[in-house]
């Protein structure tokens, strides 16, 4: 499974129909279909779907087809980030109607369509299962700890100064046992 951390868009047209698709995170959603209204106030439609894991573990998926015919927009939107296995993401697509109208198989390609185009320009993560520990240090060692931490492309989630520094990390299981085996004595996982 994959994610993008950032946002794409990509412009297709189908019989002067046109179709614009933004791929984003999912944190993001509310904020890029405001941001999406706002910068195409003529455009028909903003079909959206997206994909994300909740803290189970569960896939939660869900669509729109605003106001175009049930099923030919968001379900299928959603069948090709499904295809793609891209989650933790959404994907808003803004539809200007061209005067020709697609029926209802036009529109099911032109959706699955745009949305195939922006997953070709995206830059995607792989996703990993992250687990979150907690390392302690005398204010001595934090700098090299950090340096490790940098080193092994480990993400430092938080700080926590009093009398010893307690340092909250990300990882994956597999991260973590390397990292084990390269901490000092002085380092305590709590």
Known sequence: MKFV????????????????????????????????????????????????????????????????????????????????????????????????KLGTGGLVRAYGDSVNEVIKIAQFKEYQKLITKILECEYGELSLLEYLLNQEEINIKSKDFSTNVKLTIELTKEQFEHLNTLLSRNIKVL
């Open 5 to 100: 951390q950032k946002e794409f868009s990509c412009t297709f047209e189908e019989k002067k129909s046109k179709f614009i698709a933004f791929l984003f995170p999912y944190s993001m959603f509310d904020e890029v279909m405001k941001k999406v209204k706002a910068e195409h106030p003529k455009a028909r439609h903003y079909v959206y779907a997206y994909r994300y894991l909740n803290e189970f573990e569960q896939i939660v998926e869900n669509s729109s087809d605003d106001g175009e015919p049930k099923g030919t927009s968001g379900k299928p939107s959603l069948a090709v980030m499904a295809g793609a296995e891209i989650i933790n993401s959404a994907v808003i697509i803004v539809r200007y109607f061209g005067g020709v």
